[in-house]
């Protein structure tokens, strides 16, 4: 199968903050890209730049060689893949699927034999970097599934990342991507714990972070998080609500694999009561909430 | 008060690991250093490089008109400066005591108190950069107490760390570091858990480093325990039984200020149960065996 920008037709599905951007840098490197995402007007400025807009999963699939998603949840996931206006019901082999969704990696891997099975390749590749990351095409890409696979699809994830790792078989991205969901879990409590235990204290934070943030306490979130927890700015970089999605998935990826996982525990249940108090489309750095009621 | 190398002869009691790589460097950069500790032994190399052994607390006080102090626990730091052999009941002013203990931070205000009482500058001055640190020279320096003092500590700082800040009036040292302890304890939680999801789910952990390691999971315990933590390496950069110290300190202080640390509360029950299966003397890297058995 040959994914040559001459022959190749991208399709993207979710034209959310990443999707628009990852999309983007697939047009611009010269693919031909089309593109469908349940709120049509989000595709309406990848369109005015060269896009073609398809009416729904199902035409889309039929069209293109390569389909990209980047939805929501795992059922969203899900409902793409498997529905009845599903990419299953509609691509046409040779073909391949990467889902760059942060979901389950027990999902990932029900895509991978179904496409099998039908003889198109399958990719699961989430990504991390964020918005930032998305734009500047600088995104961390873990991905799960074959050689062979990973291989064609480089060049696609090399316009879109710069640290791209083929980390095993199928769902082996998605694992990927919750063990570092588990890495930033528990540490925004102990960030929280420890920007509010300075604050109460009487100590000037921000001196604080130049006393601490670059020895054994220093973390990315240390660095980038808190300086906006003292500024009172909790404006989204990353939403809560996904990362409540994203430490469900992998509380439940941890649990049947029987990892013991309190930090986690902690930290979900901790972003769970922040969401409670109306916070769920704040930045995760609004967990400082929690430990400062003042802010 | 003048404390220029011509005329000032520094006593340095604590000839651990931390303390005698420090007092090393004071006496390289041409001081005259006088050294007590518990265990003679711990002194005979500082000695054979230049160093005067004293052979009591109270013997090296009544002799040096700065003082530094590098000891275990808050009621050694107690011991040393409150005691009958102590430096308070030795000491002729003007002198200067530095306490670089990780301490309470309500001891090192009594210490302030005392010390002003008696017309002594005092500081509390702990560290972050564990042996290497020491070693190198490269000490970050959390100092608490007055300006004045501060300013004439700083060529002795500086000659211990590259990372100096004063951080407020007496106590802000100590409770700076509690900060840092802070960040530190509930990601190091953060930490195990990904490593030992990773391992759990199929993953090679250094591959998984290798997408993780850079982006917002990214943090010094990550990039430099879990390659420890893979490698079944857990000798001691800091001490197990140290951290419960400090992390103890810690859970003290945020009580009495009245701040919420969920996550250092778990974390300090974490490394207990790990103290109570005798791996006090490991580095804190080991946490991870109460994640993965196997290690």
Chains 1, 2 share one sequence.
């Not at 995104?139 to 699809?153: C, Q, R, W």
């Not at 316009?159 to 528990?186: E, F, R, V, Y």
């Not at 240390?222 to 994203?246: Q, S, T």
Request: glycine share 10%.
């Amino acid at each position: 199968m040959d994914i040559s920008k001459e022959k190749t037709t991208i399709g993207f599905i979710g034209m959310g903050v990443m999707g628009s951007s990852m999309a983007d840098h697939l047009l611009q490197a010269g693919y031909r890209v089309h593109v469908y995402t349940r709120t049509r007007s989000k595709a309406d400025t990848i369109c005015s730049r060269g896009a073609v807009w398809e009416s729904s999963v199902g035409e889309l699939s039929s069209k293109c060689r390569v389909v990209i998603t980047m939805v929501g949840f795992p059922k969203d996931v899900k409902e793409v893949y498997f529905g009845q206006d599903g990419i299953f019901n509609h691509i046409v082999p040779p073909a391949m699927v990467i889902d760059m969704t942060t979901s389950s990696p027990a999902l990932a891997a029900d895509i991978y034999e179904h496409a099998r099975k039908k003889g198109i390749m399958a990719l699961d590749a989430p990504v991390s970097g964020g918005d930032t990351g998305a734009k500047n095409g600088s995104l961390s890409i873990m991905v799960g599934g074959e050689t062979d696979a990973f291989e064609k699809a480089l060049p696609l994830f090399e316009i879109m990342g710069t640290n791209i790792q083929l980390q095993g078989p199928a769902g082996s991205g998605q694992h990927t991507k919750l063990a570092n969901q588990l890495a930033i879990a528990a540490g925004m409590v102990g960030v929280c714990e420890s920007l509010a235990y300075a604050k109460k204290s009487g100590l000037d934070p921000e001196k604080v972070l130049k006393s601490i943030g670059q020895g054994a306490a220093g973390s990315w979130s240390l660095n980038n998080l808190a300086p906006r927890m003292i500024a009172d700015d909790f404006e989204p970089g990353f939403y809560v609500k996904h990362f409540i999605k994203d430490l469900t998935i992998a509380a439940d990826s941890a649990e049947s694999l029987g990892v013991f996982t309190p930090g986690l525990d902690l930290a979900k249940s901790l972003y769970e009561k922040l969401a409670d108090q109306n916070c769920q489309e704040d930045g995760t750095q609004a967990l400082y909430k929690l430990f400062d009621p003042s802010s």
